[in-house]
Nanobody, 125 residues
Framework: QVQLVESGGGLVQPGGSLRLSCAAS????????IGWFRQAPGKEREGVSC????????YYADSVKGRFTISRDNAKNTVSLQMNSLKPEDTAIYYC??????????????????WGQGTQVTVSS
């Protein structure tokens, strides 16, 4: 059974950092594209960062470039999102996702087949 479980969300002050993790089970993550998406109240889901199948492409939304870093740990079958210099506008539910069809347009949610349940990130003083 394919499963993705996110962790690491929480409440942080502006300028702070969080590290989100996504643990995969039921399949080998290294052969799949991976992505982090977020959805804030009243807004559409947004592709935050992603890595295409074969690690050929790494994408960051303009709003997080230079602040967020995506990485995968093949030995642990996990993917992480290091988030630094957090801003109130980063507040959202963050989801990890994976799929075999994830290519250069890895920020497009339609290419993903499996999704985690989401973890809340709140940036507030």
């Amino acid at each position: 059974q394919v499963q993705l479980v996110e962790s690491g969300g929480g409440l942080v002050q502006p300028g702070g950092s969080l590290r989100l993790s996504c643990a995969a089970s039921g399949f080998t993550l290294r052969y799949y594209g991976i992505g982090w998406f977020r959805q804030a109240p009243g807004k559409e889901r947004e592709g935050v960062s992603c890595i295409a199948v074969g690690d050929r492409t790494t994408y960051y939304a303009d709003s997080v470039k230079g602040r967020f870093t995506i990485s995968r740990d093949n030995a642990k079958n996990t993917v992480s999102l290091q988030m630094n210099s957090l801003k109130p506008e980063d507040t959202a539910i963050y989801y990890c996702a994976t799929g075999e069809r994830v290519g250069s347009r890895c920020y497009v949610a339609d290419f993903y087949d499996y999704w985690g349940q989401g973890t809340q990130v709140t940036v507030s003083s």
